[in-house]
């Protein structure tokens, strides 16, 4: 026989559904500057996904992936650096944009590590992503439920 462990209360939906944002000008802009950051930027193999990051200040800083034999890094964190590395300290949005094969632009979702990153410099950074074949924006803490840095 098999116990409740939730002693009758009613269990919350996890995670949570979330808050979905509606895409302004300025992210159809970031959309655009991780779109031609890769295009101008595609090497087969190497760099084929772009990000932009909207820095507190409204400057929008680019990254490239960078992809060798044994180790890949993400084209967020290096837009990250790029703008740290530009003295920005608050970030108010980040997406990224792929241009496999020389395809057409699409965005992409963060993965794993990335959601772990843009939520340890910010958990209300808007992040633009793809679900169920739609593009969306919410709160990097709607993304990442439970983050490392508020264990």
Same mark, same amino acid.
């Given at each position: 026989?098999? &116990?409740r462990?939730?002693? @009758?209360? &009613?269990?919350?939906?996890?995670?949570?559904?979330?808050?979905?944002?509606?895409?302004t000008k300025?992210?159809?802009?970031?959309?655009?500057?991780?779109?031609?950051?890769?295009?101008?930027?595609?090497?087969? @193999?190497? #760099? #084929?996904?772009?990000?932009? !990051?909207? @820095?507190?200040?409204?400057?929008i800083? &680019?990254?490239? #992936?960078?992809?060798?034999?044994?180790i890949?890094?993400?084209?967020?964190?290096?837009?990250?650096?790029?703008?740290?590395?530009?003295?920005?300290? @608050?970030?108010?949005?980040?997406?990224? !944009?792929?241009?496999?094969?020389?395809? +057409?632009?699409?965005?992409?979702?963060?993965?794993?590590?990335?959601?772990?990153?843009?939520t340890?410099?910010?958990?209300?950074? +808007? !992040?633009?992503?793809?679900?169920?074949?739609? !593009?969306?924006?919410?709160?990097?803490?709607?993304?990442?439920?439970?983050?490392?840095a508020?264990?």
């Open positions: 026989m098999r &116990r462990r939730d002693n @009758g209360k &009613r269990r919350e939906r996890f995670p949570p559904p979330m808050d979905y944002q509606p895409l300025d992210d159809e802009d970031l959309i655009d500057a991780a779109t031609e950051v890769i295009r101008e930027n595609y090497v087969r @193999g190497k #760099h #084929h996904v772009g990000a932009a !990051v909207r @820095g507190a200040s409204g400057r800083f &680019r990254g490239v #992936h960078l992809e060798s034999s044994g890949d890094t993400c084209a967020e964190p290096v837009a990250f650096g790029t703008a740290a590395a530009n003295g920005e300290r @608050g970030f108010q949005a980040v997406v990224a !944009v792929t241009l496999n094969d020389g395809r +057409e632009p699409r965005i992409l979702s963060p993965c794993g590590v990335c959601r772990e990153l843009i340890f410099y910010g958990p209300d950074i +808007e !992040v633009i992503f793809v679900e169920d074949g739609e !593009v969306r924006k919410a709160r990097a803490r709607d993304l990442l439920p439970g983050p490392y508020d264990s």
